[in-house]
């Protein structure tokens, strides 16, 4: 983390892990962003009398692990790409500083809704499990014995809290990643930022949603396995209906020293 981006993160007031149980949104919206890293420091400046932040141990900005699951025929990759409503992913989560990790089993409905069950297991060493947890039969229909881990993800993440206690938003950074299937092609999306608003109900326009619309940062759909399948050609089926946000990432890198000109301190 860099020296201007740490100070504006002090200036949020703390919030624990235990006081965020408030905002969990197990069954959620969410709405994702993409911007620039170049246009995060004003945007954080601008908000942060209206969130608070986590901090733990100290820290307010911490990194992730996650696999992901699919069938051979990658199925739940190739259902998200096509937009088909009630859709499943899963995935093996690591909290890299805490070191706690879960299975978690994703929904989303015909609604738009997200649903998450999750069971604490260790994180798996060589990108490999057994898939025994229960969350998975319980919870997805596809056999265990089908699926194989497909991708891993790294990146970092700071988690906002409204003070209303209505919305948690987190910003990742340093998004890398690295196909499992094959020869382990590795690819990553440098200088990009995805904020992720999650609530209860659709979320209003205030708050850092009304700060993105001024910077004309617009709402659109973001899957980091459903990209990184497709930056690393795990599947090369239907991956052109991702031609267009990975054009619309590249016209972010190229127009960001415009738009965070505007916003500069």
């Given at each position: 983390?860099?020296?201007n981006?740490?100070?504006?993160?002090?200036?949020?007031?703390?919030?624990?892990?235990?006081?965020?149980?408030?905002?969990?949104?197990?069954h959620?919206?969410?709405?994702?962003?993409i911007?620039?890293?170049?246009?995060?420091?004003?945007?954080?400046?601008?908000?942060?009398?209206d969130?608070?932040?986590?901090?733990?141990?100290?820290?307010?900005c911490?990194?992730?692990?996650?696999?992901?699951?699919?069938?051979?025929e990658?199925?739940?990759?190739l259902e998200?790409i096509?937009?088909?409503?009630?859709?499943?992913?899963?995935?093996?989560?690591?909290?890299n500083?805490?070191g706690?990790?879960?299975?978690?089993?994703?929904?989303?409905?015909?609604?738009?809704?997200t649903f998450?069950?999750?069971?604490?297991?260790a994180?798996p060493d060589?990108?490999t499990?057994?898939?025994?947890?229960?969350?998975?039969?319980?919870?997805?229909?596809?056999?265990?014995?089908?699926?194989?881990?497909?991708?891993?993800?790294?990146?970092?993440?700071?988690?906002?809290?409204?003070?209303?206690f209505?919305?948690?938003?987190?910003?990742?950074?340093?998004?890398?990643?690295?196909?499992?299937?094959?020869?382990?092609?590795?690819?990553?999306?440098?200088?990009?930022i995805?904020?992720?608003i999650?609530s209860?109900k659709?979320?209003?326009?205030?708050?850092?949603?009304?700060?993105?619309?001024?910077?004309?940062?617009?709402?659109?759909?973001f899957?980091?396995?459903?990209?990184?399948?497709?930056?690393?050609?795990?599947?090369?089926?239907?991956?052109?209906?991702?031609?267009?946000?990975?054009?619309?990432?590249?016209?972010?890198?190229?127009?960001?020293?415009?738009?965070?000109l505007?916003?500069?301190?």
């Amino acid at each position: 983390m860099n020296s201007n981006l740490e100070d504006k993160l002090t200036r949020f007031s703390p919030i624990s892990l235990k006081e965020m149980d408030k905002v969990a949104f197990y069954h959620r919206v969410d709405t994702k962003f993409i911007l620039h890293q170049d246009q995060l420091d004003s945007l954080l400046r601008d908000i942060n009398n209206d969130y608070f932040i986590l901090k733990m141990d100290n820290k307010r900005c911490f990194s992730y692990s996650t696999i992901y699951y699919d069938t051979l025929e990658t199925i739940m990759y190739l259902e998200h790409i096509r937009g088909k409503r009630n859709r499943y992913k899963l995935r093996h989560r690591q909290y890299n500083d805490s070191g706690l990790s879960f299975i978690e089993v994703k929904f989303k409905n015909n609604k738009g809704k997200t649903f998450k069950w999750r069971n604490e297991e260790a994180f798996p060493d060589g990108g490999t499990t057994t898939l025994t947890n229960p969350v998975i039969s319980k919870r997805l229909p596809y056999n265990a014995d089908n699926l194989k881990p497909v991708l891993k993800t790294k990146f970092h993440r700071i988690t906002l809290v409204d003070k209303h206690f209505t919305q948690r938003v987190t910003i990742d950074s340093g998004i890398k990643f690295k196909e499992l299937l094959n020869g382990q092609k590795t690819e990553s999306l440098s200088n990009i930022i995805i904020i992720e608003i999650k609530s209860d109900k659709i979320n209003s326009k205030n708050g850092i949603q009304k700060k993105l619309k001024e910077r004309k940062i617009k709402a659109g759909g973001f899957s980091k396995y459903c990209m990184g399948v497709a930056l690393t050609n795990t599947c090369t089926k239907k991956s052109g209906a991702l031609k267009p946000k990975i054009l619309r990432i590249h016209k972010i890198q190229k127009n960001a020293v415009k738009h965070s000109l505007l916003y500069s301190e």
